[in-house]
């Protein structure tokens, strides 16, 4: 197993996700709508560099966006005028036929890693609030919830944890 900077796959896993997530009435942003999962939405959004994946066994386990800053969230709800240096992370998404295998986990372990060769002490995050099992997966991988916004039709939560060395 290793984890590499794929685009192609990254995407690719995404879409396949968003599909799953639509079935299953799991979410209605535009962040998650399958016709927005290809490279022309997404690099609107993320450079090509912040693109991971997870590969095992020859297969795309997870995926996920790291970036430097507040591109596809605002946390100025959380932090009013005082914005905190962070590895933010977006789109994390692990293949259902790897679900409940620990690859989320593996994906925060990575990012704090990447964070910290940026000399960045905080992840963040967003979800859905009306996915209690998906908040739940953040709280149980150590991250705090730091409240809860409302953004258009939908609340969002945002969640936070510490890096150290």
């Known amino acids: ?16 996700v968003s599909l799953w ?5 799991l979410d209605h942003s ?6 927005n999962m290809n490279q022309k939405f997404m690099f609107k959004h993320a450079e090509p560099n912040e693109f991971f994946v997870v590969i095992k066994d020859g297969k795309t ?10 591109r596809n969230q605002s946390w100025k709800f959380i ?17 259902r036929e ?9 994906l925060i372990e990575f990012a704090s890693k990447e964070a910290l060769k940026k000399n960045l002490k905080l992840l ?12 739940n997966v953040y709280k149980n991988l150590g991250f705090e919830l730091m409240g809860i916004g409302q953004e258009g039709d939908h609340k969002t939560a945002y ?6 060395a």
């Open 159 to 164: 969640y936070q944890k510490s890096v150290t």
């Open 61 to 70: 386990a997870a995926s996920v966006i790291l970036q430097n800053n507040e």
């Open 1 to 16: 197993m290793n984890i590499v900077n794929d685009t192609d796959r990254a995407i690719k896993l995404m879409y396949e």
């Open 79 to 95: 932090d009013k005028n005082n914005p905190k240096p962070a590895l933010y992370i977006h789109w994390l998404t692990v293949n």
């Open 21 to 25: 997530m639509k079935e299953n009435d």
């Open 98 to 106: 790897f679900a409940g295998q620990g690859f989320s986990k593996i």
């Open 124 to 135: 963040r995050l967003d979800t859905d609030a009306d996915q209690p099992k998906l908040m």
């Open 30 to 35: 535009k962040w998650w709508k399958p016709t």
